[in-house]
Structure formats: C-alpha cells, structure tokens
C-alpha cells in the first residue's frame, strides 16, 4: 500500500506546509487519485482535529493499488470569506473532491457557485448548510450527525443521574438550578442541543431554575472564563452545567478547579462530542458524562463517499437520506461504559 501524503497547516498537524500545487498529481494508468481539498471552520476545534485524523487513517485504509489519496487542509479561521479564498485555492489546485466544515451554515453560495463552475463535488460534514442551499445542485452531500438527538442524551443523562444522585439537589429546593454553555451565538446546533437537553429534563419530570447561560463558541478557554463569572454572580448555587460540547464542559471543570472548590461543592458536568480529553474526564468522575459524536463513523462515510465521487464507481451503495445524506447517529457515554469508547481512541 502507498503511504497516502497529508498535506495541512503545520500548525495543526505539526508539518512544514507544501505547495498547493501538489494538489495535482501525475495521471497514471488505472490509479484513481483522490486530490481532497478540506476546508475547516477552525481548526482549533478538538473534534474537528480528531475527526481530520479518522478521515486520513479511514483514506489511507482504502489505499489499494488502484487508489490513492492526497489531502490538503485549510483553516477558515472563523472567517467565511477566508474559508472562500481557500477554496478557490484549492480548486485552482487541481483537487478534485472538496470536503467542506462550514465557517456560517447560512451562506455556502460563493463555495457552491465554485464548486459547481469547475464541476467538483463537495461533501459538507460536521456543519449543515440549510436544506434549500443544498438543493442548488446534485454533487452536494452532507455527512454528519442529528442535533436534536445529542440534545435529547444529554438530557436524558442528566435526567437519569438526577434519579440515582439525589445529592445532586445540594440546596434540597425539589429544583434543579442549572446553567448552559452554549456554542456560536445563533448557531442551529447550539440552539437545538439545549433547546432539546432542557426539554427532555422537564419531560422526564426534573423540575429546573435556569441560573444563566454563557456564549463560549464551543472553546474551553472561553468557556471557564465564562464559568468563572457565572460562578461570581451565584456562587455555590449551581448543581448542574449543560455544555454543548466536551471542550466547554472541561473549560467549566477548569474554573472550578481554578477557584479550589471542594467536591462536595462541585455540580454535575455534562458535555457532547466524546473527545478524548472529555472521556478522560469522563474516566476521572470530573464529568458525569457525554453524548458520543461518532467521528469514526463519519471519517469512515466521508471517505468511502470521497472515492466513490472520484472513481464514478460505488456511489449507489452508499446509504444516503433523500439522496444526499449521511447521518451517523450518537450514543450515551458515562463512567459505567467510557473504557470502551476510549478503546476506539
């Protein structure tokens, strides 16, 4: 098996970048060569660089004699308008499959409209454009996974540890007083997952006080300083964090580990992704637990849709909701099954 080449910003991957000209490789006779241009929202984002890494491992896998993969990363940075210029790069490249982590959801046209002039199809992952964007073509796809169902887990976790820990209710009010960390303001994800864990609590008879809630753009670092003011403003008040991802949910741990508060003090945790750090915490009692986004699942459909787009063979084997869909669906993780979620790491 050819050793696949990975080409991605040094500073995530601790490479020396190449030329994006690399991205065209020389015909050879009876090789399909995947030349994949990956455009990430940050890449700073722990799951987004885990998931990166399964998509590479699953490539390379695929790797046989008659294919071979490149792939390029770029890091949007935040910014919609650098994540187009990358994508023009890349195309002007020569890749010939585009794997796109959305910087805003709402506004893929100008990717799109490039995409389409050179006739590149693009799989959407992680981030969702809206359903309407993704009918302005047929080389659109989307693998990912379904928000409302992380939402629901993780209520029904905290729900479920709620009923055996009744310690939890340190205050003993018969209410939970709880606070949200919440991902990009406005973002769809973030708005569902807590729309959803709040929902299934109440559904499931826990009755709750909203404290307060902080915008942590799914960062840890933002998220214990958001933390750390909240805990400012109520003190020992809280019993329970909802975060929508592992990294704010750590980042919350981080503030009280900061301020030395004792555990009996401590509210419960309870995050979404299952990264490796979260699992970890998980392993250690410091999170209660986490709704497993099942990064190896979409690596895995990400690359076999990436050969088949390249080859012209296989695209209907593949398992798609209305014709353009890929999702993989997430699974509840605590201290009772972490070890083998952490086997998978």
């Known amino acids: ?22 991205c065209t490789a020389e015909e050879q006779t009876g090789i399909v060569r995947a030349q994949v241009g990956v455009a990430c929202y940050n890449q700073s984002d722990i799951f987004i660089s885990e ?20 792939v390029t990363v770029r890091d949007g940075a935040g910014s919609q308008r650098i994540q187009n210029d990358q994508v023009k790069e890349l195309v002007d ?24 002039e050179n006739d590149i199809p693009i799989i959407f992952f992680n981030r969702e454009p809206v359903a309407e964007d993704m009918m302005q073509w047929d080389k659109l796809y989307y693998v990912g996974a379904d ?31 709880y606070v949200v960390l919440e991902g990009e303001p406005g973002h769809q994800d973030a708005i569902i997952r807590t729309e959803n864990a709040v929902d299934t609590l109440r ?44 990294a704010m949910a750590l980042g ?34 410091k999170m209660a637990g986490t709704v497993y986004n099942d990064k190896e699942g979409q690596a895995e459909a990400m690359a076999k849709l990436t050969e088949a787009l390249v080859s012209g063979s296989g695209l209907s084997d593949i398992e798609f909701e209305n014709e353009k869909y890929i999702y993989l669906p997430y699974s509840k993780v605590t201290f009772e099954n972490v070890e083998d979620y952490i086997e998978k790491e």
């Open 147 to 177: 928000a409302k169902q992380s939402g629901v887990m993780q209520g029904e976790l905290a729900a479920d540890a709620i009923e055996t820990e009744p310690q939890i209710d340190r205050n003993k009010d018969g209410k939970i007083q």
């Open 252 to 285: 919350a741990i981080d503030a009280y580990k900061k301020l030395n508060r004792t555990e009996s003090a401590l509210p419960v945790f309870f995050g979404i992704d299952g990264t490796k750090e979260g699992l970890e915490a998980i392993k250690e009692k």
């Open 1 to 22: 098996m050819k050793k696949r080449k990975v080409l991605a910003a040094a500073l995530a991957f601790g490479i020396g970048i190449q030329g994006l000209a690399s």
């Open 203 to 246: 559904g499931k008879g826990v009755e709750l006080e909203k404290l307060s809630y902080g915008i942590a753009n799914w960062n840890q670092a933002q998220a214990e300083n958001r933390m750390l003011q909240m805990i400012g403003q109520h003190q020992n008040q809280i019993e329970l964090v909802l975060a929508n991802n592992d």
């Open 93 to 116: 490249a020569g890749c010939n499959v585009l794997c796109v982590n959305l910087v805003d959801r709402a506004d893929p046209s100008e990717i799109i409209d490039i995409a389409r």
């Open 51 to 70: 998931l990166l890494d399964c998509f590479e491992e699953k490539l390379n896998q695929l790797e046989k004699g008659s294919f071979e993969a490149t």
